[in-house]
C-alpha cells in the first residue's frame, strides 16, 4: 500500500473542503472495497476523507410507506432494520445476503452504489425500487444514475447523502451467489406498485446493472413466476468471465426472475 493521508470528516461540508484542498484524494466510507483496492496498490490516493463519523449521514427512517436511509448506514443496520422490514423485507434480505458479517458491519449502502460494481447488490434494489439517490448538490434518479461498470453520474467532490424512495406492494430479490466472494452472479430484484413493475438485474449484465423492459411488461401483465418463463434473455447482453459464461449468466437470471417474483407473492 502506498503511503496515504488520513482526515476525519465530522460533517459532509467539512469533507467536500478537505477533499478540495487534497492533491488527489477519494473519500472513504467502510473501505471494504477502497482499502482492499489500495492494498493491491490499485489505487494510491493522496489522502482519504473518512466519512464514517458523519452522523448526518447514518439510520433508516420510515414515514407511511416513504423511507430514507442514510448513505453511511452499514449493510448490517439495514438488514436488521425492524421499520424497514415492516414495509420492505426484501431490501433487509438483500443486506443480509451481502459479503459476510465483517463486510455487513464495515460496508455501507452508499459506498456500495458509489462504486456500482457489475456484481454488487444494492445497485439492483436502487433501480428496482425507483430510489432517489440524494447528494450533497443534488437528487438523481436511479434510472439517471448507473452509467455502466464502476461508472455514475457522480461528480469527484459529490458525496452520496442519502437514498428515498417509496416501499413497493411487493418486492422480493434472488441472487445467485459466487460461492467463494458471496457477490452476485446474477441478482434479480422485482418491484410491484399497482400496475407498476420494475425488474433490476445485477452480476449478470456486460455493462452493469440494468432494468429488463421484457420482463417487466410481462409481469405488469400477469403477475407470475411463469410469466418470466416464456421472456428472451440475450446472451450478447451478459457478461462471461472465469465465473461463468454469459449463457450461463442468462440462463440464471430467468431462474433468479422466477424466484423473486415467488418470494414477492
Ligand atoms: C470479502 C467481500 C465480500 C463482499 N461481498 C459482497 C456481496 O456479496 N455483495 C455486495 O454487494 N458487495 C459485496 N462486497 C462489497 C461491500 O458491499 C462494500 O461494502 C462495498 O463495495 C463498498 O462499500 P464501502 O462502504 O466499504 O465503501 P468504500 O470501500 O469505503 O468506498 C468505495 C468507493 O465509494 C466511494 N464512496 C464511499 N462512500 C461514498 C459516498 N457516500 N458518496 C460518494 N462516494 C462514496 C469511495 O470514494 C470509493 O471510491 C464485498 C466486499 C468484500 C471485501
Redesign the pocket.
Known amino acids: 500500500m502506498y503511503e496515504t493521508t488520513y482526515h476525519r470528516a465530522s460533517s459532509v461540508d467539512e469533507a467536500v473542503s478537505l477533499l478540495g484542498k487534497a492533491e488527489d484524494g477519494?473519500?472513504?466510507?467502510?473501505?471494504?472495497?477502497?482499502?482492499?483496492?489500495m492494498k493491491q496498490r490499485l489505487?494510491a490516493?493522496s489522502d482519504l476523507?473518512d466519512?464514517r463519523h458523519i452522523d448526518a449521514?447514518k439510520g433508516i427512517s420510515v414515514n407511511g410507506r416513504s423511507v430514507r436511509i442514510g448513505?453511511?448506514t452499514?449493510?448490517y443496520d439495514v438488514a436488521s432494520s425492524a421499520e424497514l422490514r415492516a414495509v420492505c423485507p426484501a431490501l433487509c434480505d438483500l443486506a443480509s445476503?451481502?459479503?459476510?458479517p465483517?463486510?455487513?458491519h464495515?460496508?455501507?449502502?452508499?459506498?456500495?452504489?458509489?462504486?456500482n460494481?457489475p456484481?454488487?447488490?444494492?445497485?439492483s434494489a436502487v433501480l428496482a425500487l425507483n430510489m432517489t439517490v440524494i447528494?450533497n448538490k443534488r437528487e438523481i434518479a436511479a434510472d439517471d444514475f448507473f452509467k455502466g461498470l464502476f461508472e455514475t453520474a457522480?461528480e469527484e467532490d459529490?458525496?452520496?447523502?442519502a437514498f428515498s424512495f417509496e416501499a413497493p406492494e411487493k418486492a422480493a430479490y434472488a441472487?445467485f451467489?459466487?460461492p467463494a466472494?458471496?457477490?452476485?452472479m446474477a441478482?434479480v430484484f422485482v418491484a410491484k406498485n399497482g400496475g407498476d413493475v420494475r425488474v433490476a438485474v445485477?452480476g449478470a449484465g456486460s455493462d452493469g446493472v440494468f432494468r429488463h423492459a421484457g420482463m417487466e411488461q410481462a409481469l405488469a401483465s400477469h403477475w407470475s413466476a411463469d410469466a418470466v418463463a416464456g421472456i428472451h434473455v440475450d446472451a450478447e447482453d451478459m457478461l462471461s468471465d472465469l465465473h461463468g459464461t454469459s449463457e450461463y449468466r442468462a440462463h440464471l437470471v430467468k431462474v433468479m426472475a422466477k424466484r423473486a417474483v415467488a418470494a414477492a407473492g
Open positions: 477519494k473519500f472513504l466510507a467502510g473501505g471494504m472495497t477502497l482499502i482492499a483496492t489505487a490516493p476523507v466519512l449521514m448513505a453511511g452499514c449493510h445476503h451481502i459479503g459476510d465483517h463486510v455487513r464495515m460496508g455501507t449502502i452508499g459506498g456500495s452504489v458509489a462504486n460494481d456484481a454488487a447488490d444494492y445497485p447528494t457522480l459529490e458525496i452520496i447523502t441472487k451467489a459466487n466472494s458471496r457477490y452476485a441478482g445485477t
